[in-house]
């Protein structure tokens, strides 16, 4: 992997890594960032204001300069591939750009393209990767003083098409997590000799529940869902995969509840789950920021 | 009310109102801004491009960090209430959220759930509050020399809905001005026993503005005209309730002409009116980023 | 012309093109910019990033402020006048309005309207003028070391409706280039009685690159080809007006190939010649925000 490029987990050092999670951690402990020069970009095939303002929040405090382009309604697409969109930019000064995209693979297909000095962040791929949300995700964890080689952590959901489940599980393997657990409609379990080979499944909510540290509930997407259950309404989602305080009881007392957002209140989570002492919903978008602040730091020094 | 939220006339103290407008006439006359190294979020579910980017550059001024948010396009809202949105956003590091919302009353519903580091302006909502606007108008007023104590104004127009014309009547109110006068069809007259009670009516605007010190003409939506008229034409609604220079007679001399934009050149006021000497329109403008410097300075310090 | 308004090429001495060529090499060569403090508005009605972006960039290079307005969605329009838009920009502070609008013209018109303090920068207006995409295609050349008085340049596409082919002429003439030659399907032509007066003409691109010493390609805009071909789609199009390398060794072999972006690749330019080692498309985007410099710097001192 180049310094500057983020694809992946599997493209990223152990030791990059650790750097990353150590000075997220350091940074929401109050140590000074790097003040920074550059010129970074915000390209947003797919739109996410949460992860967009996330990056732009991290770029700002570092004193980057940001650009944000919302590549959907963007004339700089007009008749253009991605990647003279990227080489305009580079072009134009960008040093780094963040990307997501609706497209799975397209930060792989790229990476080879790019001028040697346009550092990239895989900010989101289809149903690809989604690596800075895995690496807040630890970050959080490990500020939270979660002892990962012993944790056993539930993701549950629609993991056929989680990028964010990806990406979590192959962070938590290369940190060797204790164990991980996958739970989740049949019909939006991943396919077989996919990422997830070798992953514990469980057949309901409450058996990869027993004994948790860390349940990750995923987003659900109601055209996914109806997909899967036939037409089956939200409540219906909630009863048989929402995580509710009854639920959780079935992990350990201290078990950690977590979640990408934006939420679906009373979908994946009630209310009083969400909202609820064991949540770290919010200090994951408090994360969101020093972790990027540390990935900009990594990929730009 | 929290030194850091400002939702309505009623919820400022007298003192903060005239450090407020004191500061901002201070400030539009060449007073040093405080430098502030806070971040605020411009948060628009409505569009307006004229009121963010007033509160953008009082914001660039101070030296804030600014994000921008447009609520209607974005995706941190997707299924996502906005008391989540402004939690999401205050983990990222918001101190200040400006909201605008289509909503009566959403400003009054969060004050009390909102967390209690984020400050809050209402930057427009529904038909309730717009509170910056009527301190904008008075520092318009008061940087003009205009002696409030005796002054006569007269509002113009939909009464009905303007969160304009309330926030105005609620801080003319407040400073003690000589005499409010209210005018517009009936159909867009308030509701008896409104905000409005005990506030002079007139049927006509000719009888309202005789010897009237100020005249603050409202912006016509098109549709609400059309139900209060059935379905009568622009060009009516200026000859019963447009601002010509004709009419204008009707008020003193020196009376001054308002109107918080964007202006319906020939529906409110005939084009003579709008650009002629008696207008304060564009200087509304150029107080208004004063303004909201000083509401700024006020919340954060 | 006011020194702070850039409408068109003719409107500009030959001593502030000069200046601004010799200072955009300049920066493109490491000079250090003049620091800034002035508030600049990007105001594009017509959506075009690459532009924005551009302008952008280089306000952001120089410390300026920048805001951005997106006038289509702008509801700071809504029943507004862009005059009176403008003027409610400067009120709030901004300085230098640049200005993308699809109404040919328009710029000229608000000329003599515009608050006198209030600069202007016409990014393009309809099929009017676009001077300071000429003005970074000079200063491309003028990097690159082409000897203008002696070099014969080709301007290809659609002629009709192209302000890049417009302003490049007038630019191209001023700077007394040796000769300009154009090339296009007869319906894209201009008009006789045009600003390209005078310009030689050939009927087809294999005449028109004899000798040739640069060849800016023009964008094709489908709606526009269609017209002119009877329907007849882009693969056939690219055969009788691409540019391929095949066609490219007509001209002398050290010709160089331009495109002001976006490329329709396989359409204007084969992707060999775009990629290829005669190709400027990158440097004119690098050279873009140079010359946007230049230009804020010499309007704004």
């Known amino acids: 992997m180049s310094a500057k490029r983020l694809i992946d987990i599997d493209g990223l050092s152990l030791d990059l890594i650790e750097t990353i999670l150590e000075r997220a951690v350091a940074l929401s402990q109050g140590a000074e960032p790097f003040a920074q020069t550059h010129t970074v970009a915000n390209v947003f095939f797919e739109p996410s204001t949460r992860t967009r303002v996330s ?15 919302d590549g959907e309604r963007s004339s700089i697409t007009k008749g253009e591939s991605v990647l003279d969109t990227l080489k305009t930019l580079h072009a134009m000064g960008v040093e780094l750009a963040v990307l997501r995209h609706e497209q799975t693979g397209i930060c792989h297909e790229l990476m080879d393209e790019l001028p ?16 800075t949300q895995a690496l807040l995700d630890a970050a ?4 939270q003083g979660v002892d990962l080689p012993t944790a056993k952590v539930v993701i549950c959901g629609d993991l056929r098409h989680s990028r964010v ?12 997590v ?30 990869a529940l027993a004994n948790a540290d860390v349940v990750m509930m995923l987003r659900v997407q109601k055209e996914r869902m109806d997909a899967a259950h036939g037409g089956l309404d939200w409540a219906d989602y909630h009863q048989h995969w929402g995580l509710t305080a009854e639920r959780l009881a079935k992990a350990k007392p201290d078990c950690w509840v977590m979640h990408p957002g934006p939420m679906n209140r009373g979908v994946e989570l009630s209310a009083d789950v969400a909202d609820g002492p ?5 200090t994951q978008v408090r994360m969101s920021v020093f972790t990027r602040m540390a990935i900009f730091e990594a990929l730009l020094s």
Chains 1, 2, 3 share one sequence.
């Open 140 to 143: 959080t964890l490990i500020a």
């Open 278 to 282: 064991r949540s770290l919903i919010l």
């Open 55 to 69: 990056f732009e929040m991290a770029a700002t405090r570092l004193g980057l300069r940001v650009i944000n382009l």
């Open 178 to 207: 204790g164990e991980i657990g996958l739970a989740g409609p049949e019909a939006l379990m991943p396919a077989m000799g996919s990422d997830f080979e070798g992953i514990k499944r469980f057949e309901d909510l409450d058996s």
């Open 116 to 131: 040697p000095g346009l550092g990239l962040i895989n900010a989101g791929d289809g149903c690809g990767h989604h690596p």
């Open 165 to 176: 489940a990806r990406s979590n599980v192959a962070l938590l393997t290369r940190l060797g």
